[in-house]
């Protein structure tokens, strides 16, 4: 058997009759832990405070009938035809509207419209990384940001965090560190705001020092920022891209502004690289979906979406208070973060207790959860578990977290 035939399997599993002939950069496509949880968490008996999925039924589906039939009324050819590589030119400058809320100002010119940010996600990594290239990316980071470092045979750098977010010390000690090794670092990848899985947000004086670590380095910061508006008291600090605008290519989704299924998200790129990404969008899609665009260009012209924004922030805060009021009286002793804004609470686990074991008799017990191992390339996270508040009601949130405690606290009494 020949090495390629060896590392190009996805599932390991030989009695797919295709598994000697992938390509050995699938590899790193297994399922992911979170996908192989889905079918589980599925069952309507099981809580899940497993997946990221908004809470779409908060968006009044007739903000969105009305902005569909308006568009099949009154643009129906256009929408469903083709469109251009770039995105539909209307939205790409609405999309600035929204990114001012966030301190950026831009030119439509760099925003090209991509299926989601996860899109955008695999076409900048297309472009930059060969195989064996360095990406650095917080530790724990997005997990299917990963699954795309590694389907392009990136190797992924974690640097650690704390509540304020990555640690700019530690960031300067791996660069260091990576390049006495003779590696390349291609990007830093980073979710500033209330991020996935940790739930904590990136200072002002970080973002900062971050950018000036970067430009130092002559090392691209990839700023992932899905969640920056969904904030519960207060604004984030603003973003990278509001600072500096040739080093950081910036992403941006309506899927948790608005809703997933439109699949448009966007990236605004240096101008040096928006070429380069249009082509490669191009070369991926053809086109973002002219008509899911129009309705949201539709959306953003009529409904009160600033407003609808606000409604969805009321909805999580709720969520998120409820489940850290459930984690202070069922499991007082352990420790969580407090995200100020977004979809999660990342909980450390006593320290001989492992998030991936357990995760079988969590199910058992009706409650499910991620384990921290997802979120990091290099088998860390054992000791942590990402909850996610944002589409259980609070009365299963209560009961999801009474139920993990039982587990927990039975894995204690062992
Ligand atoms: N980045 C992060 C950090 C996310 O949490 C997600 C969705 N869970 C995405 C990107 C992808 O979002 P979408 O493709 O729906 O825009």
Redesign the pocket.
């Known amino acids: 058997m020949s090495e390629k035939a060896n590392t190009g399997r996805t599932t390991g599993n030989n009695l797919d009759p295709w598994y000697h002939h992938y390509a050995q950069r699938t590899a790193g496509l297994s399922a992911s832990e979170v996908r192989a949880l889905f079918a589980v968490a599925s069952r309507p008996e099981v809580v899940s405070l497993a997946g ?1 999925m908004p809470f779409v039924s908060a968006l009044p589906q007739d903000l969105v009938t009305d902005s569909l039939n308006r568009v099949m009324r009154d643009l129906g050819p256009t929408a469903l035809q083709y469109g251009s590589g770039q995105g539909v030119p209307a939205l790409r400058e609405q999309i600035l509207e929204v990114m001012a809320l966030e301190g950026i100002q831009g030119s439509a010119d760099d925003v090209i419209v991509t299926t ?4 955008a ?1 695999e076409l900048v990594t297309k472009l930059f990384i060969d195989p064996g290239d360095v990406v650095l990316a917080e530790g724990p980071s ?1 997990v299917t ?1 990963m699954v795309v470092f590694n389907s392009f045979q990136a190797e992924v750098d974690h640097v650690p965090m704390d509540e304020w977010g990555l640690i700019p010390e530690a960031l300067r000690e791996h660069i260091a560190s990576l390049k006495a090794a003779g590696k390349t670092i291609k990007f830093l990848y980073t ?1 500033p705001n209330f991020h ?1 899985p940790a739930g904590v947000t990136l200072s002002w004086e970080r973002r900062l020092e971050i950018l000036e670590i970067a430009k130092q380095n002559d090392i691209l910061v990839l700023e ?1 920022n ?1 969640y920056g508006l969904l904030y519960f008291d207060g604004p984030p600090p603003q973003a990278l891209r509001s600072v500096e605008s040739d080093g950081v290519v910036y992403l941006g ?1 309506f ?1 948790k502004t608005l809703a ?1 299924g439109f699949r448009v ?1 966007w990236a605004l790129a240096p101008h040096a690289i928006r070429e380069k990404l249009i082509l490669a969008n191009e070369a991926a899609i053809l086109c973002p979906s002219s008509f899911s665009q129009l309705v949201i260009s539709e959306y953003l012209k009529n409904a009160d979406w600033k407003g609808q924004i606000n409604t969805f922030r009321g909805v999580y805060r709720e969520r998120k208070e409820t489940m850290l009021s459930a984690l202070s009286e069922h499991l007082p002793e352990l420790s969580w973060t407090n995200p100020t804004g977004g979809f999660y609470v990342w909980l450390t686990l006593p320290a001989h207790l492992d998030s991936k074991a357990m995760l079988p008799r969590a199910v058992t017990e009706l409650v499910a959860y991620t384990p921290g191992t997802a979120f990091y390339a290099d088998g860390g996270g054992r000791q942590n578990i990402r909850l996610s508040f944002c589409y259980p009601t609070p009365e299963s949130i209560r009961v999801g977290v009474r139920r993990l405690a039982t587990v927990i606290n039975g894995e204690l009494d062992l």
């Open positions: 990221g989601g940010s996860q899109h996600l997005y940001a979710i996935n992932d899905p989704t899927s997933p998200g």
